[in-house]
């Protein structure tokens, strides 16, 4: 529980509010800024005026909408993640990591489809390619702990980027990536001595790779930054205490199940 806290004050610590000139706004532009409003109010437990913001941002994008290019698949991943954000802010018993981590996916989406920079999902590399090496040793030592850790927190990270992925990257390549995520999580007892096993890990590491390298190298606009390493800390501090909790609950359960079978 105080490691929870912990994370917890580290994110409102890292967190603060990036100030952006209305009237110098477009509508996309304040697309782009009520959904950081709406994540910076979650994040100070303020869920009403989360829920306030989001209701607008359904207003708002619903008014432009029809006045800008947005593809059908751009449309059904905004509504999809607003969706879910508005259920994390009228939730009444959702865990705070899981709120954080809805408005993040939301505030992640609404960059992907307004940004002209570099979109700041892509900031995430070093935070998933990191947990995703060290998933990657631990399971070339044999370690089954530290490979559960890490790639549930790979997995959790990779989550909170998913949709956002979906906007800019082929559906060829996510299949693909897809693909090995789930061969590697569906047989994880055997990624210590499988050969198969290992090629997959040593193939997805490469096509992670290859999804940062292959878009554009564009600078982020400087306003962003503060965002972008705002999102970063926050993401990475959460969801590395989030993957370890959930590989404690895995590994309880299956504790309780063998217990089960020898009763």
Do not use: C
């Not at 432009?64 to 509504?79: C, G, K, P, T, Y």
């Not at 809805?102 to 935070?127: C, G, N, Y």
């Not at 790779?209 to 972008?228: C, G, H, Q, R, T």
């Amino acid at each position: 529980m105080k490691i929870k806290w912990v994370l917890i004050i580290v994110i409102l610590f890292m967190l603060t509010p990036m100030v952006v000139s209305a009237n110098q706004q477009t509508p996309i532009e304040r697309l782009d800024h009520i959904s950081d409003e709406a994540l910076q109010m979650m994040k100070f437990h303020r869920y009403e005026d989360a829920k306030k913001l989001l209701d607008y941002f359904s207003e708002q994008f619903t008014s432009i909408a029809d006045h800008e290019s947005f593809s059908m698949d751009e449309l059904r991943i905004v509504n999809l993640s607003h969706d879910e954000a508005l259920e994390a802010a009228v939730s009444t018993n959702m865990e705070y990591e899981e709120r954080i981590s809805r408005l993040t996916k939301f505030r992640l989406v609404v960059d992907a489809i307004t940004s002209s920079h570099q979109p700041l999902w892509t900031e995430m590399k070093d935070s998933i390619m990191t947990a995703f090496h060290q998933a990657r040793e631990a399971a070339l030592n044999g370690d089954s702990t530290h490979f559960h850790s890490n790639f549930n927190t790979f997995l959790a990270l990779y989550n909170v980027i998913y949709p956002s992925m979906k906007v800019d990257v082929s559906a060829e390549n996510i299949q693909r990536i897809d693909a090995r995520i789930n061969y590697i999580d569906g047989y994880r007892s055997q990624v210590f001595n499988n050969v198969k096993s290992q090629q997959e890990l040593e193939g997805l590491e490469m096509d992670l790779k290859n999804l940062f390298e292959n878009l554009d190298e564009d600078e982020a606009d400087p306003s962003l930054w503060w965002v972008i390493i705002s999102t970063g800390s926050i993401i990475i501090s959460t969801l590395s205490y989030v993957g370890w909790r959930k590989y404690q609950g895995e590994k309880e359960h299956r504790k309780n199940r063998s217990r089960g079978h020898k009763e």
